[in-house]
Nanobody
Framework: VQLVESGGGSAQSGGSLSLSCSVS????????MGWFRQIPGKEREGVAS???????DYTESVKGRFTISQDNANGTMYLQMNSLKPEDTAIYYC????????????????????WGQGTQVTVST
């Protein structure tokens, strides 16, 4: 199973970035996916999750600014990040589960089985 993030980079405060996560090699597409981020020396934080009904959840600090979505036909998940703030600076990871179906919020890293390598997002003032 391979997850590859793309779209990271630099942005100014108030700007936007769009992350993509391409999933391949998985036997059964999982509708249970999430985005996480990590700052060196800190624990990995759940940013957004999506379930098999398309229901989404977000950590409080990004609600109203970030949007998670998935394109099952193309095996891709997205994270649209608007109104970026310097505190959004981190390495962003996409993740998916072995199970195909799930419901509700899934913002704990130990719920996920497969991870991408991460992409750096840097927001400057």
């Amino acid at each position: 199973v391979q997850l590859v993030e793309s779209g990271g980079g630099s942005a100014q405060s108030g700007g936007s970035l769009s992350l993509s996560c391409s999933v391949s090699g998985i036997a059964h597409w999982s509708f249970c996916m999430g985005w996480f981020r990590q700052i060196p020396g800190k624990e990995r934080e759940g940013v957004a999750s999506i379930d098999d009904h398309g229901a989404t959840d977000y950590t409080e600090s990004v609600k109203g600014r970030f949007t998670i979505s998935q394109d099952n036909a193309n095996g891709t998940m997205y994270l649209q990040m608007n109104s970026l703030k310097p505190e959004d600076t981190a390495i962003y990871y996409c993740a998916t589960m072995k199970q195909v179906y799930c419901r509700g919020s899934h913002l704990r890293s130990d719920e996920y089985d497969f991870w991408g390598q991460g992409t750096q997002v840097t927001v400057s003032t």
